[in-house]
């Protein structure tokens, strides 16, 4: 069973209701994560590289520095399709984790101290 591809109307007013920080560009979602430096960069490509692998569904990154642009397209049906939306939220949600938020045990990283910034939060 082919896979639905979504249009380009379809395809904004889902990230506008749920990946808000995604925004499509010349066929692929894309989000640009901001990092604190290199060793936040590598940790970001590896998260994403897991959750991809897990997922059996490849994206296209861009790395540098200080940031890395997460690309998402169902090379297959080439087209935006579900594969696209459920990594990418999978993606932000694991990425965007913020323990002390949720209170507990776990307190996130200090970005107070230059030594331990990681991402830069939206």
């Given at each position: 069973m ?5 249009s380009e109307?379809?395809?904004?007013a ?22 604190s430096?290199?060793?936040a ?11 991809a ?5 490849h ?28 990594l990418?939220?999978?993606i ?10 949720e209170g507990g045990?776990?307190?996130s990283t200090?970005n ?5 910034k990681?991402i830069k939060?939206?």
């Amino acid at each position: 069973m082919a896979a639905k591809v979504y249009s380009e109307q379809e395809i904004i007013a889902k990230l506008e209701n749920e990946l808000p920080h995604w925004y499509l560009e010349n066929g692929w979602i894309r989000r640009k994560y901001r990092t604190s430096g290199w060793k936040a960069t590598l940790m970001v490509v590896n998260t994403v590289g897991h959750l991809a692998e897990a997922a059996w569904h490849h994206p296209d990154l861009t790395v540098s520095y200080a940031f890395v642009i997460v690309k998402l397209c169902t090379h297959d049906t080439k087209g935006i399709t579900d594969k696209d939306f459920e990594l990418a939220a999978k993606i932000e949600q694991v990425i965007g984790w913020q323990p002390a938020l949720e209170g507990g045990a776990l307190t996130s990283t200090p970005n107070d101290d230059v030594r331990f910034k990681y991402i830069k939060y939206d």
